[in-house]
C-alpha cells in the first residue's frame, strides 16, 4: 500500500508529466491553480473572479486536504496559492512538497517577518488580503514564466528552494529573466555587454555565457582593463613585438590570441583608452588586428563578452568612450539588478555563503539569526553581493553577530543623510546656473515624508488607520499620499 506521500508524489509525476510532455499549458489554454484556504467566501470570490479570465481552480480548506485532492488526481496545478494561517502546516513543508510547482502565499498577515519567513521557505511571492485580482493574475504568470525557466535551466542554477552544486544563487524573476537571456545568446557568436553595479555578478553571468556554448571547451580569458595602467593594456590585449616598447624583450602574444577560437571577457571596458578601443572596433568588424609595434594582421575567432560598471551612455556623452563601439559591443545586453532591488535573494545568498565559508574555514557557524537576516534584507548594499559575501564571511570567522548588527545599523541611518546630499548634487547638476531653495526644500521635504511613511507603514504591518494615527494625518490624506509617491507593499 503506498503511503500518503508516495501516493502524493505519484499523484504529482502525472502533473510533471503534463507539463513537460505534451504541455497542457499551450497558448491559450487554461491555467490550473490549487488554492487553499479555508475562507468559503474568499474560495468563491476566487473562482468567480479568475474562471471569466482564464483560470480553473480547484479549492481546498487545509493542506492536508489539498495533497488528498493531488493524490486522488483531482487537482494538477500549474501554480499553488496558499493561505498560511488555513494551511495548518508549515510551509516550508507545503514547498517541499510541490517541488517544482511555484508557491504563491495571499495571506490576511501582513506581518513583515510572515513575509520574510514565507519567502525563506521558498514560496515565489506574497500578496496581502484583500487581494487585487489583477495583481494575483500577474503573479502567477510570473511564477509560471519562473518555472518553464527553471525547468530549462536546470543544469547551471542553485535556486533557493532546490541548491545544488552550483555556484549561482538567484530565484527572483529579474535574475531568473538574465539567466533565460544568457542562456539564449550563449550559442549565438554575437557580442554581449553586462552592465550592472559593482559586485551585482557580472563575471559569474560572464561564465554562465560561456560554459553553456558550443565553444565551452576552448579558452575562457578574462581581462581586466582596470587594473592594468594603459599604456600596457593595449601589449596585453593584443601582443607586442620585440622592441615596441622600452621592457618588450621578446615577441609577445597578447590575450586575444590566447582566446582563440573561445571567449574574451573585458572587464571594466569604460577604462578603456581611445587608441585601445580603435583597435578593438576593428576587431568586432573583421576580427582582424596587429600587434603592438608589427605591421602583420593577425586573425582572431573569438566571442566578445564585455562588463562595466559605468554607465557607457555617460562615458558617450562626455567623450570618453566611441559610439560606434558602443552599439558594435552592445548587440545583446544585460542590465544586472543591484541586490537592493531583488531582496528576496537575499536570505538563500546569505545561507549560500554561511554553507560556503563554513565549509572552508573548517569552523562551524550558527545560523544566521533571524533578526540579523531581517536586517540583511533590509539593508541597501551599495557593494552588492560581494558585500553580502564579506559580511557572511565575517559572520563566519569571528561569529559577532553584535558587531555586524550594530555596523550595518548605523550605516543604514547614515544613509539617509547621504541620500539628502546626494539630492542637492544632482539638484545642482540639473540647474548648475540658478539654485531654487524652494524647490529643493520641496523636494528633500517629499523624499522624508515617503521615507517615513514607509517607516511607519512597515511599523504598523501596513495598518493604514494606523499609521495615519500615528504620523498625525488623517486616513484619507494617507491614502492620498500613498498614491502619490506610489508606495506598495513590499517584503522590506
Ligand atoms: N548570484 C550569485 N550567486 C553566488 N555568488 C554570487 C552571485 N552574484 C555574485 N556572487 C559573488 O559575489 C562576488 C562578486 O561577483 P562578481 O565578481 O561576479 O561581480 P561583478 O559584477 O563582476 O563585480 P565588479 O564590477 O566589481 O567586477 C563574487 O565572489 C561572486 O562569486
Ligand atoms: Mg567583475
Given amino acids: 500500500m503506498l503511503s500518503l506521500g508516495e501516493n502524493f508524489n505519484a499523484g504529482y509525476e502525472a502533473v510533471s508529466r503534463t507539463k513537460t510532455g505534451t504541455d497542457s499549458r499551450a497558448a491559450g489554454s487554461r491555467t490550473r491553480l490549487l488554492v487553499v484556504d479555508d475562507e468559503k467566501h474568499f ?106 525557466l527553471e525547468r530549462r535551466a536546470e543544469p547551471v542554477r542553485t535556486p533557493a528552494r532546490s541548491r545544488n552544486q552550483s555556484q549561482f544563487v538567484f530565484c527572483s524573476p529579474k535574475m531568473k529573466q538574465i539567466e533565460q537571456v544568457a542562456l539564449q545568446i550563449a550559442n549565438a557568436r554575437v557580442p554581449v555587454l553586462i552592465q550592472g553595479e559593482s559586485g551585482v555578478g557580472k563575471d559569474i553571468i560572464a561564465r554562465i555565457i560561456h560554459s553553456h556554448s558550443k565553444i565551452a571547451n576552448k579558452p575562457f580569458v578574462k581581462v581586466n582593463c582596470a587594473a592594468l595602467p594603459s599604456e600596457l593594456t593595449e601589449s596585453e590585449l593584443f601582443g607586442c613585438q620585440r622592441g615596441a616598447f622600452t621592457g618588450a624583450l621578446a615577441d609577445r602574444p597578447g590575450k586575444f590570441e590566447f582566446a582563440n577560437g573561445g571567449t574574451i ?68 545586453s544585460i542590465d544586472v539588478p543591484p541586490l537592493r532591488e531583488r531582496r528576496e535573494e537575499i536570505p538563500s545568498l546569505a545561507d549560500y555563503f554561511l554553507t560556503k565559508y563554513t565549509a572552508e574555514y573548517r569552523t562551524p557557524a550558527e545560523p544566521i539569526p533571524p533578526d540579523l537576516m531581517e536586517l540583511f534584507i533590509t539593508f541597501h548594499w551599495p557593494g552588492n553581493v560581494r558585500e553580502l559575501e564579506n559580511v557572511v564571511r565575517r559572520y563566519v570567522v569571528l561569529q559577532d553577530a553584535e558587531g555586524i548588527r550594530a555596523e550595518l545599523e548605523s550605516r543604514l541611518s547614515k544613509q539617509m543623510g547621504g541620500q539628502i546630499e546626494a539630492l542637492a548634487e544632482s539638484y545642482l ?42 504620523l498625525k494625518v488623517s486616513y484619507k490624506t494617507l491614502l492620498t499620499k500613498i498614491e502619490q509617491y506610489d508606495i506598495k507593499p513590499r517584503p522590506y
Fill in 43 to 148: 474560495q468563491n470570490f476566487l473562482t468567480r473572479g479568475l474562471g471569466s479570465a482564464g483560470f480553473d481552480l480547484v479549492c481546498a480548506n487545509h493542506w492536508a486536504e489539498a495533497r488528498q485532492l493531488l493524490a486522488n488526481g483531482q487537482a494538477f496545478p500549474d501554480v499553488v496559492v496558499v493561505e498560511p494561517l488555513a494551511a495548518q502546516i508549515d510551509l516550508r513543508q507545503i514547498c517541499a512538497d510541490c517541488r517544482s510547482t511555484p508557491v504563491v502565499v495571499l495571506s490576511a498577515s501582513r506581518d513583515p517577518q510572515s513575509i520574510v519567513r514565507a519567502i525563506r521557505s521558498g514560496a515565489l511571492d506574497y500578496l496581502c488580503k484583500p487581494v487585487d485580482l489583477k495583481r494575483l493574475e500577474q503573479v502567477v504568470g510570473e511564477a509560471l514564466k519562473a518555472e518553464r
Fill in 265 to 332: 571577457f573585458l572587464d571594466e571596458i569604460g577604462e578603456f583608452s581611445p587608441s585601445v578601443q580603435a583597435k578593438l572596433l576593428q576587431v568586432l568588424q573583421d576580427g582582424r588586428f596587429t600587434r603592438l609595434g608589427s605591421n602583420n594582421e593577425m586573425r582572431v575567432d573569438v566571442r566578445i563578452v564585455a562588463a562595466t560598471n559605468r554607465k557607457l551612455e555617460d562615458a558617450i556623452s562626455n567623450g570618453t568612450f566611441r559610439e560606434d563601439l558602443y552599439y558594435r559591443l552592445n548587440v545583446v
Fill in 429 to 470: 547638476h540639473e540647474n548648475p546656473e540658478s539654485v531654487d531653495l524652494k524647490e529643493v526644500s520641496r523636494r528633500a521635504a517629499f523624499m522624508v515624508e515617503k521615507s517615513m511613511i514607509i517607516k511607519t507603514l512597515r511599523n504598523t504591518s501596513w495598518n493604514k488607520w494606523r499609521a495615519a494615527k500615528e
